[in-house]
C-alpha cells in the first residue's frame, strides 16, 4: 500500500514537472564590435599644431575601425564643452563619450548624469580632478614628468651660467597640463639652482606667447631661458627675441613641449633648444579601450602614452623629422 502511494506520488511529481513551463532562457551577452559604436569625442579647440594631429588621429582612425564618430569642437570654452557633454549623454545614439578637458574641475554633475544614462566615459590628453568611479580609465601623458623632463634639460642647458634665470609661458590656466608641467619643471629646475622669474599665461598661443615675452622683455632683458609649456607660445617667444636683437637658442636657451613638425623645424632653424614630447596620437588607445570597457573589461586607472625628448644638436635630427607624422 505504502508502495503504491509512493511511487504515485513520484509519477504525479514527473507529470507536473514535465508540465511546468520552462524557465525563461538567459539571453546571450552582447559582444561589441568597433561597428557596434557611436563615440562622442569632446575636443577642446583648434589651438595648434598638437592638437590637429589629435583631431585628426580621431578622425582617420575611426574611419579605419568603422565605428560611427560624433566630433564636438569646443571652441576652447569650458560652458560649450560641459553642454556639448550634456549633448552626448541625451543622444540615445552615443555609447562612449570621450572627454579631453579644458579644465580640472566642473565636471562632477555631467559625469553623473552619463553614468545614470549608462554611458561609458573615457578621460583622454587631460586629467579631471577626483571623479574615478564615473570613468572607466585615463589615457594621456604624464605632464608633471614632461615637466621634470623640461626642468633637467633646461638645467644641462644652463649648467656654467652665471644666472639662471628663466621665464615661463604657461598654457590656459586650470587645464591639467598647464599644472602639472608647471609643477614638474619646478620640481627639477629648482634643484640646480634655476630661478623661475616670469610665469603667464598665453593660452597655448603664437600671438600670445609672443606678446607676453615682448612685454617681459620690455622690462628686462636678465633671462637665460625660456620654457614654453607648448611648441606655439615657444614660438611666439622666438619672434619676440628676435625683434629685440637677441639671437633665440643662444642668447637665451628655449625649450618646450610637444615636438610637433613645428618644433623640429625650429631646431633645423636653430631657434630652438629643445622640445619635449607630447603624443596626440591618441585615439587608437581610446578606441580600443572604448570597446573593452563596452564589453566588461575593468581597465586600468590610467593608460600612458610613450614620449621622447629631441634636441637641436642631435646628429640625426633631419633623419627623424622627416619620419615624424605630426
Same mark, same amino acid.
Given at each position: 500500500?505504502?508502495?503504491?502511494? #509512493?511511487?504515485?506520488?513520484?509519477?504525479?511529481?514527473?507529470?507536473?514537472?514535465?508540465?511546468? /513551463?520552462?524557465?525563461?532562457?538567459?539571453?546571450?551577452?552582447?559582444?561589441?564590435?568597433?561597428?557596434?559604436?557611436?563615440?562622442?569625442?569632446?575636443?577642446?579647440?583648434?589651438?595648434? %599644431?598638437?592638437?590637429?594631429?589629435?583631431?585628426?588621429?580621431?578622425? =582617420?582612425?575611426?574611419?579605419?575601425?568603422?565605428?560611427?564618430?560624433?566630433?564636438?569642437?569646443?571652441?576652447?570654452?569650458?560652458?560649450?564643452?560641459?553642454?556639448?557633454?550634456?549633448?552626448?549623454?541625451?543622444?540615445?545614439?552615443?555609447?562612449?563619450?570621450?572627454?579631453?578637458?579644458?579644465?580640472?574641475?566642473?565636471?562632477?554633475?555631467?559625469?553623473?548624469?552619463?553614468?545614470?544614462?549608462?554611458?561609458?566615459?573615457?578621460? +583622454?590628453?587631460?586629467?579631471?580632478?577626483? *571623479? =574615478?568611479?564615473?570613468?572607466?580609465?585615463?589615457?594621456?601623458?604624464?605632464?608633471?614628468?614632461?615637466?621634470?623632463?623640461?626642468?633637467?634639460?633646461?638645467?644641462?642647458?644652463?649648467?656654467?651660467?652665471?644666472?639662471?634665470?628663466?621665464?615661463?609661458?604657461?598654457?590656459?590656466? %586650470? +587645464?591639467? #597640463?598647464?599644472?602639472?608641467?608647471?609643477?614638474?619643471?619646478?620640481?627639477?629646475?629648482?634643484?640646480? %639652482?634655476?630661478?623661475?622669474?616670469?610665469?603667464?599665461?598665453?593660452?597655448? +598661443?603664437?600671438?600670445?606667447?609672443?606678446?607676453?615675452?615682448?612685454?617681459?622683455?620690455?622690462?628686462?632683458?636678465?633671462?637665460?631661458?625660456?620654457?614654453?609649456?607648448?611648441?606655439?607660445?615657444?614660438?611666439?617667444?622666438?619672434?619676440?627675441?628676435?625683434?629685440?636683437?637677441?639671437?633665440?637658442?643662444?642668447?637665451?636657451?628655449?625649450?618646450? !613641449?610637444?615636438?610637433?613638425?613645428?618644433?623640429?623645424?625650429?631646431?633645423?632653424?636653430?631657434?630652438?633648444?629643445?622640445? !619635449?614630447?607630447?603624443?596626440?596620437?591618441?585615439? /587608437?588607445?581610446?578606441?580600443?579601450?572604448? *570597446? #573593452?570597457?563596452?564589453?566588461?573589461?575593468?581597465?586600468?586607472?590610467?593608460? /600612458?602614452?610613450?614620449?621622447?625628448?629631441?634636441?637641436?644638436?642631435?646628429?640625426?635630427?633631419?633623419?627623424?623629422? #622627416?619620419?615624424? +607624422?605630426?
Amino acid at each position: 500500500m505504502f508502495k503504491k502511494l #509512493a511511487f504515485l506520488i513520484v509519477l504525479v511529481s514527473l507529470v507536473l514537472a514535465a508540465c511546468a /513551463p520552462a524557465a525563461p532562457a538567459t539571453p546571450e551577452k552582447k559582444v561589441w564590435t568597433y561597428k557596434d559604436m557611436t563615440v562622442g569625442v569632446l575636443q577642446t579647440g583648434s589651438e595648434g %599644431g598638437w592638437r590637429a594631429a589629435n583631431t585628426k588621429s580621431f578622425k =582617420e582612425t575611426a574611419t579605419q575601425l568603422g565605428l560611427n564618430l560624433k566630433f564636438y569642437d569646443s571652441q576652447n570654452d569650458l560652458a560649450k564643452q560641459v553642454a556639448g557633454f550634456q549633448q552626448f549623454v541625451q543622444d540615445p545614439e552615443v555609447d562612449v563619450i570621450v572627454l579631453q578637458a579644458l579644465e580640472v574641475t566642473g565636471w562632477e554633475q555631467v559625469m553623473k548624469d552619463a553614468k545614470a544614462a549608462g554611458k561609458t566615459v573615457i578621460v +583622454s590628453d587631460r586629467r579631471i580632478d577626483g *571623479l =574615478e568611479g564615473y570613468f572607466a580609465t585615463y589615457i594621456g601623458a604624464d605632464f608633471v614628468e614632461e615637466g621634470r623632463k623640461a626642468g633637467t634639460e633646461m638645467c644641462k642647458m644652463l649648467e656654467g651660467s652665471a644666472s639662471k634665470n628663466v621665464w615661463e609661458l604657461v598654457g590656459n590656466v %586650470g +587645464s591639467s #597640463a598647464a599644472i602639472d608641467r608647471g609643477v614638474g619643471f619646478r620640481e627639477t629646475a629648482e634643484k640646480c %639652482g634655476i630661478t623661475v622669474t616670469k610665469s603667464q599665461t598665453a593660452n597655448w +598661443s603664437v600671438v600670445e606667447g609672443k606678446q607676453v615675452t615682448e612685454a617681459w622683455l620690455r622690462e628686462t632683458k636678465d633671462v637665460q631661458g625660456i620654457f614654453g609649456q607648448n611648441d606655439e607660445m615657444a614660438f611666439g617667444a622666438i619672434e619676440a627675441l628676435k625683434e629685440a636683437g637677441l639671437t633665440p637658442a643662444v642668447d637665451v636657451k628655449l625649450l618646450s !613641449v610637444d615636438a610637433t613638425g613645428g618644433a623640429f623645424q625650429a631646431m633645423l632653424d636653430g631657434t630652438l633648444n629643445v622640445t !619635449v614630447e607630447c603624443n596626440p596620437l591618441l585615439a /587608437p588607445q581610446v578606441y580600443e579601450a572604448a *570597446l #573593452a570597457a563596452l564589453n566588461g573589461e575593468t581597465l586600468p586607472a590610467w593608460i /600612458p602614452s610613450q614620449e621622447s625628448v629631441f634636441f637641436m644638436d642631435d646628429p640625426n635630427l633631419k633623419e627623424i623629422a #622627416a619620419g615624424r +607624422s605630426y
